[in-house]
């Protein structure tokens, strides 16, 4: 068991940044903890990792996609998308096809594999949603909704 830390002193040359109550932060402690949830389902079912899942999600909601829309859609990295879309061409899960013939230019869509594996994770991905959903009353989830759709980049939507 570890002995809890006092925090760093602050002082003049120095102001730590108190990632408690740092927003960034806070999301990206309960991002990480509720995916993490949701992929110890998975990863033991599927050996499916959290990009891969991710990647998979995003094309069963839009058909056809190349891997830099993937990316985007994702906000995660190129190199972790295109490995993730490597590993899941190989298994099976996601085919990879040409667009009209320009070789310049992948389409991607998952595969009967593919889909099996979807409409058995997604189910349990919106039962851990609702877990987490269950601590808000319904006004605080409306707001969530609200407040998420306004901080999330136009982009993403």
């Known amino acids: 068991m570890s002995t809890p830390r006092k925090p760093a002193p602050a002082g003049a040359e120095h102001a730590p940044l108190e990632l408690e109550h740092f927003l960034p932060y806070r999301l990206s402690i309960l991002s990480n903890t509720v995916s993490q949830a949701i992929a110890d389902d998975y990863q033991r079912r599927y050996d499916l990792s959290v990009t891969e899942w991710r990647v998979m999600a995003v094309l069963a909601r839009f058909h056809g996609l190349s891997a830099r829309e993937v990316a985007e859609r994702t906000a995660m990295d190129k190199v972790a ?8 061409v190989t298994a099976g899960r996601v085919h990879r096809d040409t667009h009209d013939g320009d070789k310049r230019r992948s389409v991607l869509t998952l595969t009967e594999a593919g889909w099996t594996i979807h409409d058995d994770v997604a189910p349990m991905a919106r039962a851990r949603e609702r877990e987490v959903l269950e601590k ?14 306004k901080l ?3 982009s993403q939507n």
């Not at 998308?81 to 899941?88: D, E, F, I, M, P």
């Open 81 to 88: 998308v295109s490995r993730a879309l490597a590993r899941l």
């Open 152 to 154: 999330q980049p136009v």
């Open 136 to 149: 808000l009353d319904p006004e605080e989830q409306q707001w969530l909704t609200r407040i998420l759709d």
